[in-house]
């Protein structure tokens, strides 16, 4: 099979379209024909050298794809051969092939086809399992979202309005502000120039009760200014740091927490797994895409032999939404 491989770690011109070992599934495992694949900003850092695959892992970029199932392994049972799926990956979706556990497949909604469904299955587990699963997001409430143009702002803008509450972004552009207004976000923040503390307590709101966060340490204070009585922080991302104080204090005062989560390194069963998550999506997610209430929102689709350019796309600051690589 051929898939992309890194001559290197750095700029995005180290990846190579390739011939690689063919590739089998074990026990509990599926062979898919990939159609296509997601780009997430994690596959740019591995692609630096920062964030390597968990162990037992394909070294593969790609943490999500779409396709067909082409093989299944021994004690796989709710799935066959022809099967149109896509998939939460652990690593290896930038090829034509790909292994997974079948507890990580998602069946394909209703009205999309493969290349838009290949932008789910990371957003998708990453905002259901934060924003729903374990901060409990329920109507009434207020989400700030912070990278509101991004894959995952777009996607949890949209699951927030679902669930009945109000959406405050951040995003660095009027033109990206403008697309999570169309998204249904109400509060919308130039991070360059307006302050999201003071803009999720104007108007009678009371602060945040969910921020979902993907810039870490330069963030973290005022993220705590902004959260509600009873409030949460969910801290899904780095990008502004790895390290910050956390004033205790006022904590304490709103009675509010703070926490870390991440995906990619979950266990594949079990209390907080990868499985866990994948069904929870498919039953109560799923329906809300296949009858259009959640959209993929998908910037562009490059071929696979133009990853790098993908790459450059979705590290501008032009992209709103997922960049997807189409495979076949």
Not at 101 to 112: D, E, F, R, S, V
Not at 213 to 239: E, S
Not at 259 to 274: E, H, I, Q, W
Request: proline fraction near 5%; hydrophobic fraction near 45%.
């Amino acid at each position: 099979m051929r898939a992309i491989t890194l001559n290197g770690f750095g700029g995005p011109d180290v990846m190579t379209w390739s011939e690689c070992p063919d590739i089998t599934p074990g026990h509990g495992e599926v062979l898919i024909d990939v159609v296509a694949a997601g780009v997430n900003r994690a596959d740019l850092l591995q692609r630096q050298g920062f964030y390597p695959p968990p162990p037992g892992a394909s070294d593969i970029l790609g943490l999500e794809c779409s396709g067909i199932i082409a093989e299944l392994g021994d004690g796989v049972t709710g799935w066959k051969v022809g099967d149109r799926v896509c998939a939460l990956l652990a690593g290896g979706g930038y090829a034509e092939q790909v292994v997974v556990a079948a507890t990580q497949l998602l069946p394909i909604p209703a009205g999309l086809d493969l290349y838009a469904a290949a932008a789910l299955p990371e957003v998708a587990c990453t905002v259901w399992s934060n924003v729903v699963m374990s901060a409990g997001l329920h109507s009434g409430q207020l989400l700030l979202i912070h990278g509101g143009g991004s894959g995952i702002g777009t996607h949890a803008i949209q699951v927030g309005v679902a669930r009945g509450a109000t959406v405050a972004v951040t995003a660095g552009s009027q033109y990206k502000l403008d697309r999570c207004k169309e998204l249904g976000a109400t509060i919308l923040v130039d991070y360059h120039s307006g302050d999201f503390v003071e803009a999720v307590k104007a108007d009678g709101h009371h602060g945040a009760d969910i921020i979902l966060d993907n810039i870490g340490a330069k963030y973290l204070d005022r993220n705590v200014d902004a959260l509600a009585p009873d409030g949460q922080l969910v801290i899904i991302g780095m990008q502004g740091g790895a390290a910050a104080e956390l004033q205790l204090g006022k904590l304490l005062m709103k009675r509010a927490s703070v926490k870390a989560t991440s995906l990619r390194g979950r266990p594949a069963t079990g209390r907080s797994s990868k499985a866990e998550i994948v069904a929870d999506v498919t039953e109560h997610l799923w329906p809300l895409v296949s009858d259009g209430t959640v959209s993929p929102v998908v910037h562009a689709e490059l071929p696979i032999t133009e990853a790098a350019a993908a790459h450059e796309l979705l590290d501008s600051s032009d992209t709103v939404g997922k960049v997807v690589l189409r495979i076949r």
